[in-house]
């Protein structure tokens, strides 16, 4: 299926590696979850069978590190949330495809500001998986390094 969206990369890694974090999510329906995936930025990396020779698992990547596998299975709707950075996506413009499109019927919130200085847009598919794109607020740069400075802890570029 082809999709209006524009991909963070346009050149998705599509090696094979070690993944230091990933996502599963269960879905009733895997064409249709892959499809609705591949609307919002991901690329089919791998489609893997089962024994019985049906899909098993869809290994979705949107950008390195942004790994998300679909398999099979009963959701639990609104249990899992997961977020992805987005830099460089117009998300008001993914929010608009996504409400005026083929996926019209896709839970899409935002993009909103929030207090942390970025903007996110939360989107919820079929099953009730939740993705958070969210991106810095660039025109808020300073305000936010203020506000970091503010922080407690033990991090790199705490002043």
Same mark, same amino acid.
């Given at each position: 299926?082809?999709?209006?969206?524009?991909?963070?990369?346009?050149?998705?890694?599509?090696?094979?590696?070690?993944?230091?974090?990933?996502?599963?999510?269960?879905?009733?329906?895997?064409?249709? %979850?892959?499809?609705?995936?591949?609307?919002? @930025?991901?690329? *089919?990396? #791998?489609?893997?069978? &089962? =024994?019985?020779? $049906?899909?098993?698992?869809?290994?979705?990547?949107?950008?390195?590190?942004?790994?998300?596998?679909?398999?099979?299975?009963?959701?639990?709707?609104?249990?899992?949330?997961?977020?992805?950075?987005?830099?460089?996506?117009?998300?008001? %413009?993914?929010?608009?495809?996504?409400?005026? @499109?083929?996926? *019209?019927? #896709?839970?899409?919130? &935002? =993009?909103?500001? $929030?207090?942390?200085?970025?903007?996110?847009?939360?989107?919820?598919?079929?099953?009730?998986?939740?993705?958070?794109?969210?991106?810095?607020?660039?025109?808020?740069?300073?305000?936010?390094?203020?506000?970091?400075?503010?922080?407690?802890?033990?991090?790199?570029?705490?002043?």
């Amino acid at each position: 299926m082809s999709h209006p969206i524009e991909r963070v990369d346009p050149a998705i890694d599509r090696t094979i590696y070690v993944m230091p974090m990933f996502a599963s999510f269960q879905v009733r329906d895997i064409a249709a %979850a892959t499809d609705w995936y591949e609307a919002i @930025g991901f690329l *089919a990396l #791998a489609t893997i069978p &089962g =024994p019985d020779g $049906t899909t098993a698992v869809v290994h979705l990547r949107r950008s390195k590190y942004q790994d998300l596998l679909l398999v099979p299975g009963e959701p639990a709707p609104g249990t899992t949330t997961v977020s992805f950075a987005a830099a460089g996506t117009d998300l008001t %413009a993914l929010a608009a495809t996504l409400r005026a @499109g083929a996926f *019209a019927d #896709a839970g899409v919130d &935002g =993009p909103a500001d $929030t207090p942390w200085y970025t903007v996110d847009l939360t989107l919820t598919d079929a099953d009730g998986n939740r993705i958070v794109f969210t991106a810095a607020r660039e025109a808020e740069l300073d305000e936010a390094k203020q506000w970091a400075e503010t922080f407690d802890g033990d991090w790199i570029g705490k002043n």
